[in-house]
Nanobody
């Protein structure tokens, strides 16, 4: 199973970026999915997640600024990031994990993309 992210880049503070993740139908049809990020020297953290049925939850640090969306028929998940801050700088990862572990999040043995760099300059 391969998850592929795209859309990272360099943006000024206050700007916007949209990340995308594609993968196989077997994932989009039933798995929980989400976006994680890892900044230098910090642990990986969950940014936003989406169930196959449309439930969404966000980290407090991104509420009101980021929006996760998922089109199961198009095999695409996106993360719209607005009002970006320098502290949003990180490698962003797309992940998928079993639907019945939605609130647990992705584990080491679940599915992960290769990551895409987001850099926000001040």
């Amino acid at each position: 199973v391969q998850l592929v992210e795209s859309g990272g880049g360099l943006v000024q503070a206050g700007g916007s970026l949209t990340l995308s993740c594609t993968g196989p139908k077997s994932i989009f049809s039933i798995y929980s999915m989400g976006w994680y990020r890892q900044a230098p020297g910090k642990e990986r953290e969950l940014v936003a997640r989406s169930s196959s049925g449309g439930s969404r939850t966000y980290a407090d640090s991104v509420k009101g600024r980021f929006t996760i969306s998922r089109a199961n028929d198009k095999l695409t998940m996106s993360l719209q990031m607005n009002s970006l801050k320098p502290e949003d700088t990180a490698i962003y990862y797309c992940a998928a994990w079993p639907y019945n572990k939605y609130y647990e999040g992705a584990g080491q043995n679940d599915y992960w993309g290769q990551g895409t760099q987001v850099t926000v300059s001040s």
